[in-house]
């Protein structure tokens, strides 16, 4: 049996495309919050190069060829050089928060959903970009999206319990008392209350007013809470302001 009657029975674990009977591949990740990092190949035409588009919001502006190695696909019997990486043009960093979309051609099949940016670049120099809650809260185009707030380095490593806690010391600039922490933390991880609700609801309380009267330093001190714990080791403590006892 030669290599390519084997394909499709070594390739079975690989993700379908749907709305495709012999596609495969997946949109992987942004890499550096700059570069669409993925693989795609049709089963049915294994010496095809597929084309794939890169869409902001739905709106094509890059394409290119996969056929970049990935030498770890050679596990499923397949062709090894059908990788893609496509860099994002330097006009999607506006300040508007956007999501990166990839799309097979002709077909126009979406490579699994899209992926949101990382965030909204603060400068415009050289990559790697740099982004910062000041510049999502400060949006050019709208209100605060909250559901943008922590970044997914943040979650992955101190849970939703410490982003509460966090919230409390930014939003209401003060330690959370045990109930509210509890409540929250609970609520959340359960899924009745997404992290954009409960950040808004805490936001907009009498005492979060009260206290964002301090406006940019507010969100400077954010910013850089943020940046030392993504740094941290999973599970290390929170900041020294939540080491005291919770009231």
């Known amino acids: 049996m030669d290599g390519a009657a084997e394909a499709p029975a070594a390739a079975r674990g690989l993700p379908r495309i749907p709305g495709s009977p012999s596609l495969v591949g997946r949109f992987e990740a942004l890499e550096h919050g700059h570069e669409a990092v993925g693989w795609v190949l049709d089963m049915a035409s294994p010496d095809r190069r597929c084309l794939v588009e890169l869409r902001l919001d739905g709106r094509p502006v890059a394409q290119a060829e996969a056929g970049l190695p990935r030498p770890e696909l050679r596990a499923f019997r397949i062709r090894p050089d059908c990788g893609f990486r496509i860099g994002l043009p330097a006009a999607a960093f506006d300040g508007t928060l956007r999501s990166a979309a990839v799309a097979v051609l002709p077909e126009g099949l979406r490579l699994g959903p899209p992926r949101p940016l990382a965030g909204v670049v603060r400068d415009h120099g050289t990559f790697p970009k740099r982004f910062s809650a000041d510049s999502i809260l400060r949006l050019q185009d709208g209100p605060p999206d909250w559901d943008r707030v922590f970044p997914p ?21 003060r330690p959370p008392d045990r109930a509210g922490w509890d409540h929250y933390s609970e609520r959340i991880l359960s899924g009745e209350l997404g992290l954009g609700a409960f950040l808004r609801e805490l936001a907009g309380g009498a005492e979060g007013v009260a ?27 929170p900041p020294q302001a939540m080491k005291g006892p919770l009231r």
């Open 153 to 173: 380095a943040f979650l992955q490593r101190h849970g939703v319990r410490a982003a509460v806690a966090y919230a409390y010391l930014w939003l209401l600039r």
């Open 211 to 237: 206290a964002r009267r301090g406006g940019i330093a507010l969100l400077a001190e954010f910013e850089a809470v943020l940046a030392a714990a993504c740094r941290l080791p999973p599970d290390a403590q």
